[in-house]
């Protein structure tokens, strides 16, 4: 059993640069949410999905674009990478209130 | 708007010893869930436990429980036999179907255990 599945690991990006963060999961969940952690902070909500084609910004979501074409999947993109946007990166899916399941988290330098 | 609240931002516990970690927060909602979440240094977010509102029974997972006090909008996390590895980040969370079920945290605390 998998649970989330984020990829890549590590990540440098230079100014301007954009990618894609992918999640997966494979517990049939309903919710999934990525969250970005400075260092000493607590997780901030960028976006969130109640289910496939449909998602909703968080609390910082500038920036950042998402989609859910499948329950499976929920990819982040960065659009045009900042050095503010140095951060590490959380995906995590749900069931309703059973909480969160986190993937392991991507460390992203911007450049 | 929901808010969670964590006063102690640090604690440390003699090794073996019992620790109790506070969470309150503010609802109008009656039916929510409430979470702790630990965070060590591999910075992996681990779920330790999960207390579902409309049950009056405290939940409990192996040495770890919680005091869930709904009138007053009290969650603490009591951690027993405390281990080495115990050491890390606790954030206290909330969700409820209001807000789909997105977590809202408190600001962590950190627990240092002393060997």
């Known amino acids: 059993n998998a649970g989330v599945t984020q990829t890549p690991k590590f990540q440098v990006l230079k100014t301007g640069q954009s990618m894609t963060l992918q999640c997966a999961q494979d517990m049939n969940h309903e919710y999934m949410s990525w969250y970005r952690q400075d260092p000493g902070m607590g997780l901030r909500l960028i976006h969130y999905?109640?289910?496939?084609?449909?998602?909703d910004q968080g609390e910082v979501p500038n920036g950042y674009n998402v989609s859910r074409s499948t329950t499976e999947d929920f990819p982040l993109r960065l659009l045009s990478a900042a050095p503010s946007q140095t951060s590490v990166y959380f995906c995590a899916s749900s069931w309703e209130g059973n909480g969160y399941t986190f993937g392991s988290g991507t460390r992203l330098t911007v450049v | 708007a929901q808010t969670v609240t964590q006063s102690q931002p640090e604690m440390s516990v003699q090794e073996a010893e019992t620790v109790t970690l506070s969470c309150t927060y503010d609802?109008?909602?009656?039916?929510?869930?409430l979470f702790w979440y630990k965070q060590p240094p591999s910075r992996q977010m681990i779920l330790v436990i999960r207390?579902?509102?409309?049950k009056q029974q405290n939940a409990t997972e192996n040495r770890f429980s919680v005091n869930f006090q709904k009138a007053a909008k009290s969650f603490s996390l009591k951690i027993s036999d405390s281990q080495l590895g115990d050491a890390a980040m606790y954030f206290c969370a909330y969700s409820a179907m209001d807000s789909n079920y997105q977590l809202i945290w408190g600001a962590g605390t950190k627990l240092i255990i002393k060997p």
């Open positions: 207390q579902e509102a409309y």
């Open positions: 999905s109640v289910g496939a084609g449909i998602t």
């Open positions: 609802t109008s909602e009656s039916d929510y869930y």
